[in-house]
């Protein structure tokens, strides 16, 4: 059985500071990373994919990838209130069927 | 580009009753999924369809069908609703990028049923 581990939050950061979101898979065979923000009401949204070890970045967002350790990251900086949602770790490997975490929330608050 | 798009947005059954959701994308994306979310239970695969003309169950099938209708056409039926079906349904699609697959999701279904 796959899991996808995140802690469930809510995370609560003020506005400017660095949010650090966490998440742990088990299945040590996995390729391909993603990060999810899902406001509420709303479909996910791919906002970031990482497929090697190492740091990506991508604007205030930073994914982070340690497949010794079995743990993505995702880093928010300078955290802004429409940061706020619920962020999803998703980790497939080569099935083209992702497993998902079942979020984390952010709140950002001024 | 529309991207996935869902119908309906919102729905109310009763117990028995039977529905289709429809689901189209207009990005040439070969494989194509349902979801549902409950809180608390995070995303829960329903079917996929790898290709046209290909279906399969994931984690949670029972009392749902899907018909790949063509490439860009990915329907899910209840045939005879029930209580526990109540939730929100995603449909998405994936591009598949370096043998890599990045799914896109549509707006959701949320469906009651009474």
């Known amino acids: 059985q796959k899991e996808v581990e995140q802690n469930s939050g809510p995370l609560s950061v003020p506005e400017g500071a660095i949010a650090s979101l966490n998440c742990t898979y088990s299945?040590?065979?996995?390729?391909?990373f993603f990060w999810y923000r899902q406001y509420s009401g709303k479909s996910p949204e791919l906002i970031m994919s990482i497929y090697s070890n190492g740091d990506k970045e991508d604007g205030r967002f930073t994914a982070q990838l340690n497949k010794a350790s079995q743990y993505v990251s995702l880093l928010i900086r300078d955290s802004q209130p429409s940061d706020s949602a619920t962020y999803l770790c998703?980790?497939?490997?080569?099935?083209?069927?992702?497993?998902f975490g079942r979020g984390t929330s952010l709140i950002v608050h001024p | 580009n529309a991207g996935v798009t869902q119908t309906p947005k919102f729905q109310v059954l009763k117990t028995g009753q039977s529905m289709t959701l429809q689901c189209a994308q207009d990005m040439n994306h070969n494989s194509m999924y349902w979801y549902r979310q409950d809180p608390g239970m995070g995303l829960r695969l329903i079917y996929y369809?790898?290709?046209?003309?290909?279906?399969d169950k994931g984690e949670v099938p029972n009392g749902y069908n899907v018909s790949r209708l063509n490439k860009r056409e990915f329907s899910l039926r209840l045939e005879s609703a029930a209580p526990s079906q109540t939730s929100v349904y995603f449909c998405?699609?994936?591009?598949?990028?370096?043998?890599?697959?990045?799914?896109?999701f549509g707006p959701g279904t949320r469906l009651t049923v009474t």
């Open positions: 998703a980790v497939e490997g080569g099935s083209y069927i992702p497993t």
């Open positions: 998405a699609s994936s591009r598949e990028a370096s043998g890599y697959y990045e799914q896109y």
């Open positions: 299945d040590r065979v996995s390729q391909s």
């Open positions: 369809s790898a290709s046209e003309g290909t279906t």
